[in-house]
């Protein structure tokens, strides 16, 4: 028996991207200085997005999107401290107006992990005292300046997998490490050399600082936003992993410990200064299942359906929810379209469940550059060639279509 499940008027269906990722030609931000110092892959002119995104916005509307998630490179903006360059918001304004005529909604994303230099070098979120209210002052140029062609806007990606990847893993800039952090399996993508200076326990105080101050940068930016433009739908990028376990009383401590650091400690920070949340989700974490999952193209268990259990975890918060990122590592195309098809049926029995999610953005539009994979990891609903810049739309990008375009999805009860 087949049965058609149906979205609530007015949904947002769409995709996601991120500047530095694959707009191409951004070389004064920290990854850029990164791969030209050998610690990560060179980054070049990823999907030279910069120059092509009216072509990748027809393609989005060609497959029934509308709406679509991208993020403001802050080097660009302000690429000495203090210094805007208006040439760079024109070309955003752009970018807007382009979405904008072709019905598609902006989701702006104000900051995704790379950081001007000047502010990198100077000490970023670690160091200087000032760090919230320089974010803050970027942020209110950025959403003075868009804010007419934009409601919505959200200040930080991932706070947590930014201190966790920077300050204990190492593997992203500025590539800190916390002692003993290789014996517990962690893969080491960095030139080894370099990683090896940073590792110390001054990295669990900095880890701890750094996700302090970007509470305090997201607090503040989120005030001076509202300064400029009172009625923008402000919110914060949230990565949350599904913790779950079995019925053992200490693997369900350890899912509650890990639920609350991972999906609930910076939120709390943050909570009275939000409009909306955007979820990201990629993970779930089963402590005590033995289960052996398939495995995306990135190492990662295939549990889409785990988006369900995410989006409750942000229940005490409530918060009108967009999906801003869900997506798969799948080069071949193998898995993906019965991966989007769960994750959307997730999506749905959340709402059942009560959950205020207003819009699902897959990640990502386009194949782009992985951060510290580099080109070898492929997401994207277009295949990108990255010598000839050819774009090929994939074949479960039109299973997505079918979704965004009836706003429903048919299954089948067998
Ligand atoms: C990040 C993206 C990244 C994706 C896949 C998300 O956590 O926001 O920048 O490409 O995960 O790893």
Not at 241 to 263: E, G, Q
Not at 398 to 413: A, S
Request: proline share 4%; glycine share 8%.
């Amino acid at each position: 028996m087949k049965e058609t499940l149906r979205f609530p008027a007015k949904f947002f269906w769409g995709a996601a991207t991120s500047s530095f990722q694959v707009e191409g030609g951004i070389e004064n931000c920290d990854w850029a200085e990164a791969a030209r110092e050998g610690k990560l892959p060179l980054i070049g002119s990823a999907c030279d997005h910069y120059n092509r995104f009216e072509h990748d916005f027809d393609l989005a509307q060609s497959l029934g999107h509308n709406s679509h998630r991208f993020s403001i490179e802050w080097a660009r903006i302000e690429p000495e401290e203090g210094r805007f360059d208006e040439k760079e918001i024109e070309h955003y304004r752009n970018v807007l107006q382009a979405l904008r005529t072709r019905g598609i909604e902006p989701f702006i994303t104000i900051w995704h992990f790379s950081l001007p230099i000047w502010f990198s070098e100077s000490g970023g979120f670690e160091k200087r005292k000032d760090a919230p209210e320089i974010f803050a002052r970027y942020s209110a140029h950025v959403a003075e300046k868009l804010g007419d062609l934009c409601d919505h806007f959200s200040t930080i990606n991932e706070p947590l997998p930014y201190v966790s990847n920077g300050w204990r893993r190492g593997t992203w800039p500025p590539f800190k490490k916390w002692p003993l952090i290789d014996l517990i399996g962690v893969a080491a993508y960095t030139n080894v050399e370099k990683a090896k200076e940073n590792i110390g326990f001054k990295n669990i105080f900095g880890y701890f600082k750094v996700l302090h101050a970007l509470g305090k940068a997201h607090n503040a930016a989120y005030d001076a936003i509202k300064k400029v433009r009172p009625s923008l739908d402000v919110g914060i990028i949230s990565h949350v992993i599904y913790f779950h376990s079995n019925a053992n009383p200490i693997n369900k401590l350890f899912a509650k410990i890990m639920n609350w650091h991972f999906n609930h400690h910076f939120l709390s920070h943050v909570q009275t200064k939000i409009d909306s949340i955007g979820l990201n989700y990629y993970f779930h974490r089963k402590f005590g299942d033995k289960a052996v999952y398939d495995k995306t193209d990135m190492g990662w268990d295939v549990y889409p359906e785990g988006i369900r259990g995410a989006l409750n975890i942000l229940k005490r918060y409530n918060k009108p929810i967009y999906i801003s990122e869900a997506g798969i590592a799948d080069a071949t195309d193998r898995i993906r379209s019965e991966y989007i098809r769960k994750l959307v049926i997730g999506v749905y029995g959340a709402i059942q469940d009560g959950m205020n999610v207003k819009g699902f953005m897959y990640w990502s539009l386009l194949d782009n550059y992985e951060l510290a994979h580099g080109y070898s990891k492929r997401f994207g609903l277009i295949h990108i060639d990255f010598i000839t810049q050819q774009r090929t739309i994939r074949p479960s990008a039109f299973v997505y279509k079918n979704i965004c375009e009836t706003n429903t999805i048919e299954i089948d009860h067998g």
